[in-house]
């Protein structure tokens, strides 16, 4: 079973940068699609980025699009989210899912889609 960590939330000011990486247990974690979802407080939890299993397809939020980039290393058992350009319409828990059924694609943005979630990491953007 897939267990996730995530790591490298913090505080930080609009305009800045942070990048978020998400540790998987599972030995077979590169056939695995994941994907970066994140909740702010009183608000729904909402798809952020997705990848395939070989990094060869993304996906992105338009709300995000442009200023974040999903990345995975699988030698590593590891996906990144690298936030630029941060706003304070950024802040939120932000979490790291994984989906073991059919990797090739990364068109997930239903909270359904994935199967293991870690507990997520805060960021807060600072105006």
């Known amino acids: 079973q897939m267990q996730l960590v995530e790591s490298g939330g913090g505080l930080v000011q609009a305009g800045g940068s942070l990048r978020l990486s998400c540790a998987g247990s599972d030995r077979t974690f590169s056939s695995y699609a994941m994907g970066w979802l994140r909740q702010a407080p009183g608000k729904e939890r909402e798809f952020v980025a997705s990848?395939?299993?070989?990094?060869?397809?993304?996906l992105y939020a338009d709300s995000v699009k442009g200023r974040f980039t999903i990345s995975r290393d699988n030698a590593k058992n590891t996906v990144y989210l690298q936030m630029n350009n941060l706003i304070p319409e950024d802040t939120a828990t932000y979490y790291c899912?994984?989906?073991?059924?059919?990797?090739?694609?990364?068109?997930?943005?239903?909270?359904?889609?994935?199967?293991?979630w870690g507990k997520g990491t805060q960021v807060t953007v600072s105006s």
């Open positions: 990848i395939n299993w070989r990094s060869e397809d993304t």
């Open positions: 899912a994984a989906r073991s059924r059919g990797p090739i694609y990364s068109d997930y943005e239903r909270l359904a889609d994935y199967d293991y």
